[in-house]
RNA sequence: GCCGGCGUAGCUCAAUCGGCAGAGCAACCGCCUUGUAAGCGGUAGGUUAUGGGUUCAAAUCCCAUCGUCGGCUCCA
């Protein structure tokens, strides 16, 4: 496949980019430009500007766009020295600085370092000459002034260079495609996304609310989202009890000496709470629960026949984010993850490895998540941030890779990805919009056994030092389950399903007959309401079809007598009448496979 | 945390230039007794996020705080 950077859609959405600080700069003569790269699906640029925009501002910014678009200017490329350069952008700081960057050759454009010798390069078109690498367009023909937006997305702060001490610029977003069609064909896609969005079916399906009082980032569930996540911890409690895991359990608080010794304390002070004083003691909101699982494993001596141990904990923690970077269920202060921690031989480590891969891909598979990717987090080569020695570095980065091709998996190698401990292997998922998502991690750690100081004695007699292998599969329950959401559009499989079945009697001397198959089917365990509310059939089943229900019931006088059901399914398909029995065989068979389909 | 937008009934939204706070849905009460995506009528619901200021008069203008949205940054 073509790489984006050398696609025409590329050089489209840099130009586009130049041609919009052009208008920006026309409006706004003293405005200062800082960078203006292309981004997946658009771009964006950087500007330092006299006063905040306004949606007119944008509006009148695209319109000439579109203009300087049409009258079809070439991209002129030249080479200039830096002096030149620096000459050329005597008026623009954030340009000067760029020109000094990379005449020391340390970095380019974007604050990526590079090794080439490095050519100072502008692109010029129209009146606007822009410092710039390119690649662009040979002339704005290329582009389709129809296929360009820069309303579509509100402008944003954004840090010079990504730095929080460095000044706040304005960043605004556009996109460009090749043709309106594609344009129109994106901004639907943005739209899909903000239906499907979870914090808005959060509410509408009644599955959790917050509130001021209660704080910010802390998810209150409602009964209809506490199922949904209730049935998940419970499918993989179930699944990890067949695989051999044992739960365990562990308080929400700890003494901040036991992150001191695990090593967390230095390494995420600015994420953590701050601590507390209980009789003279510091304590703090459990920001992990390692630690405390290794406490059990240190409660006794083990021999290596005890091994491998598979501990699961559902455990809440607590983690400071910003406040503007708090999002719904996906960034929250406090949330569940469904941690777990083995503690392995040497021997074992490859083995106990592959058995969670293969746990993850059963998870996946049984939700319907089949597109995802593999990603195994290395340390970067400074790596202040990292704890242990190079050797167990090694052996566990050789052991994920090692395990990772065996199992047959594509992934990359990305540094810098890796935990403080250890390396990892993630696994991302796109769902059904295909955003990506992190859920999954497994990880090799041989530095907290030995900050632990954690033993089991070998054949030999001897005393050996175990391996621990972290791992989270839902990663945290609020954001797997807003990714579940997003993913089904909030029409979960019936499995899932908060309700179930909705019963629609339709007049009120059904009601009797509706409260008994009610019953019936509550007996068997499924999650029935009954819709005896005042209103017309048709109504109901309007009700019933937006809260996304899989199974409406419905029944008259027809149905009483011949004790049956209409079956209708939410998505509006009529399955018919059918005896009451018959239902329940058809609707179990759906729900104890799991099935991702309703027939 | 920082930049910018927004905050009106449980939800979705209206209220012209600063001039009586309103509608639909939901809730509640009735009527209708219904056959596959909204039957009809009524009742109730508000210190317009909070606090201060300007004004004869503030949902509307100004300041602060809180929340929220879009980003920046980070995410064991």
């Given at each position: 496949?073509e790489?984006?950077e050398e696609?025409q859609?590329y050089?489209?959405?840099?130009?586009?980019a130049h041609?919009?600080a052009?208008?920006?700069l026309?409006?706004f003569p003293?405005?200062?430009?800082a960078?203006?790269?292309?981004i997946?699906?658009?771009?964006?640029?950087d500007?330092?500007?006299p006063?905040?925009?306004?949606?007119?501002?944008?509006?009148?910014?695209?319109?000439r766009?579109?203009?300087?678009?049409?009258?079809?200017?070439p991209?002129a490329?030249r080479e200039?020295?830096?002096?030149?350069?620096?000459?050329l952008?005597q008026?623009q700081?954030?340009?000067?600085e760029?020109?000094?960057g990379l005449?020391?050759?340390?970095?380019d454009?974007?604050?990526?370092?590079?090794d080439?010798?490095?050519?100072?390069s502008t692109?010029k078109?129209?009146?606007f000459?822009?410092l710039?690498?390119g690649?662009?367009?040979?002339d704005?023909?290329e582009?389709?002034?129809?296929a360009?937006?820069i309303t579509?997305?509100?402008?944003?702060?954004?840090?010079?260079?990504?730095?929080?001490?460095?000044?706040?610029l304005?960043r605004?977003?556009?996109?460009a495609?090749?043709?309106p069609?594609?344009?129109?064909?994106y901004?639907?896609?943005?739209?899909e996304a903000k239906r499907r969005?979870?914090r808005k079916?959060?509410q509408d399906l009644d599955?959790f609310t917050?509130?001021?009082?209660?704080?910010k980032?802390l998810?209150l569930?409602k009964?209809?989202?506490a199922?949904?996540?209730?049935?998940l911890?419970?499918?993989l409690r179930?699944?990890?009890l067949?695989?051999?895991?044992e739960p365990?359990i562990?308080?929400?608080i700890?003494r901040v000496a036991?992150?001191?010794?695990?090593?967390?304390y230095?390494?995420?002070?600015?994420s953590?709470?701050?601590?507390?004083?209980v009789?003279?003691d510091?304590?703090?909101?459990?920001?992990?629960?390692?630690?405390?699982h290794?406490?059990?494993?240190k409660?006794?001596?083990h021999?290596?026949?005890?091994?491998?141990?598979?501990?699961?904990e559902?455990?809440?923690?607590?983690?400071y984010e910003k406040s503007?970077?708090?999002?719904g269920?996906?960034?929250?202060?406090?949330?569940?993850?469904?941690d777990a921690?083995?503690?392995?031989?040497?021997e074992q480590l490859?083995?106990?490895?592959?058995?969670?891969?293969?746990?993850?891909?059963?998870i996946?598979?049984s939700?319907?998540?089949?597109?995802y990717?593999?990603r195994?987090g290395?340390?970067?080569a400074?790596?202040?941030?990292y704890v242990?020695d190079?050797?167990g570095w090694?052996?566990?980065?050789e052991?994920?890779i090692?395990?990772?091709?065996?199992?047959?998996?594509?992934y990359?190698?990305?540094?810098?990805e890796a935990?403080?401990?250890?390396?990892k292997l993630?696994f991302i998922i796109?769902d059904?919009?295909?955003r990506?998502?992190?859920?999954s991690?497994?990880?090799v750690?041989y530095?907290?056994?030995?900050r632990?100081?954690l033993e089991?004695?070998?054949?030999?007699?001897?005393r050996h030092?175990?391996?621990?292998?972290?791992r989270?599969?839902y990663g945290?329950?609020?954001r797997?389950?807003?990714v579940?959401?997003?993913?089904?559009?909030g029409?979960?499989?019936?499995w899932l399903?908060?309700?179930?079945?909705r019963?629609i009697?339709?007049a009120d001397?059904?009601?009797?007959?509706?409260n008994?198959?009610?019953?019936?089917l509550r007996?068997?365990?499924?999650?029935?309401?009954?819709?005896?509310?005042?209103?017309r059939?048709?109504?109901?089943?309007r009700?019933a079809t937006?809260?996304?229900?899989?199974?409406?019931?419905?029944?008259?006088?027809?149905?009483v007598e011949?004790?049956a059901?209409?079956v209708?399914?939410?998505?509006g398909e009529?399955l018919?009448?059918m005896?009451?029995?018959n239902?329940?065989?058809?609707a179990r068979?759906?729900?104890?496979?799991?099935?991702l389909?309703?027939?």
């Amino acid at each position: 496949m073509e790489r984006y950077e050398e696609s025409q859609l590329y050089r489209i959405r840099h130009s586009t980019a130049h041609v919009m600080a052009q208008a920006v700069l026309e409006k706004f003569p003293s405005a200062k430009i800082a960078i203006g790269p292309p981004i997946e699906d658009g771009f964006y640029y950087d500007f330092d500007l006299p006063r905040p925009l306004t949606e007119e501002d944008l509006a009148e910014i695209e319109q000439r766009m579109r203009v300087i678009i049409r009258e079809g200017h070439p991209f002129a490329r030249r080479e200039v020295s830096a002096d030149e350069a620096r000459d050329l952008f005597q008026d623009q700081p954030y340009k000067i600085e760029l020109i000094d960057g990379l005449e020391a050759g340390g970095v380019d454009e974007y604050g990526e370092k590079t090794d080439e010798a490095v050519v100072i390069s502008t692109y010029k078109q129209d009146t606007f000459e822009d410092l710039c690498r390119g690649p662009h367009v040979a002339d704005t023909s290329e582009i389709n002034p129809d296929a360009v937006s820069i309303t579509f997305k509100a402008p944003a702060g954004a840090y010079w260079r990504g730095d929080e001490n460095r000044e706040m610029l304005t960043r605004i977003y556009g996109t460009a495609w090749q043709t309106p069609d594609q344009l129109a064909e994106y901004l639907e896609l943005l739209e899909e996304a903000k239906r499907r969005d979870h914090r808005k079916l959060g509410q509408d399906l009644d599955l959790f609310t917050f509130s001021q009082e209660v704080g910010k980032g802390l998810p209150l569930w409602k009964p209809k989202g506490a199922i949904l996540r209730d049935l998940l911890e419970r499918f993989l409690r179930d699944e990890q009890l067949g695989r051999g895991y044992e739960p365990v359990i562990t308080p929400h608080i700890a003494r901040v000496a036991l992150y001191e010794t695990s090593g967390h304390y230095p390494y995420y002070s600015d994420s953590q709470y701050s601590p507390f004083e209980v009789e003279g003691d510091l304590f703090m909101l459990k920001p992990m629960n390692c630690p405390h699982h290794v406490h059990i494993y240190k409660s006794e001596l083990h021999s290596y026949r005890d091994l491998p141990l598979r501990w699961a904990e559902f455990g809440t923690v607590y983690r400071y984010e910003k406040s503007g970077e708090l999002h719904g269920l996906t960034r929250v202060r406090g949330f569940t993850q469904d941690d777990a921690h083995l503690f392995v031989t040497p021997e074992q480590l490859e083995e106990e490895f592959l058995g969670v891969v293969d746990l993850i891909e059963f998870i996946y598979n049984s939700l319907g998540l089949t597109d995802y990717r593999a990603r195994v987090g290395i340390r970067d080569a400074e790596g202040d941030k990292y704890v242990g020695d190079d050797k167990g570095w090694a052996l566990a980065t050789e052991a994920i890779i090692a395990a990772a091709d065996k199992r047959g998996l594509t992934y990359t190698v990305e540094e810098g990805e890796a935990a403080f401990y250890g390396p990892k292997l993630d696994f991302i998922i796109r769902d059904a919009l295909k955003r990506e998502w992190q859920i999954s991690t497994v990880q090799v750690d041989y530095n907290l056994p030995q900050r632990f100081e954690l033993e089991y004695v070998g054949e030999d007699n001897e005393r050996h030092q175990p391996i621990m292998i972290h791992r989270a599969l839902y990663g945290s329950l609020e954001r797997f389950v807003a990714v579940l959401i997003e993913h089904y559009a909030g029409a979960f499989p019936a499995w899932l399903s908060p309700v179930q079945v909705r019963l629609i009697p339709i007049a009120d001397r059904h009601v009797d007959y509706m409260n008994g198959v009610a019953t019936k089917l509550r007996a068997l365990g499924f999650r029935v309401e009954l819709d005896a509310s005042q209103g017309r059939m048709g109504g109901k089943i309007r009700e019933a079809t937006m809260q996304k229900i899989p199974w409406m019931l419905i029944a008259g006088d027809r149905d009483v007598e011949a004790g049956a059901v209409s079956v209708r399914l939410r998505s509006g398909e009529d399955l018919g009448a059918m005896p009451v029995a018959n239902f329940i065989d058809y609707a179990r068979q759906i729900v104890d496979s799991k099935s991702l389909e309703l027939q």
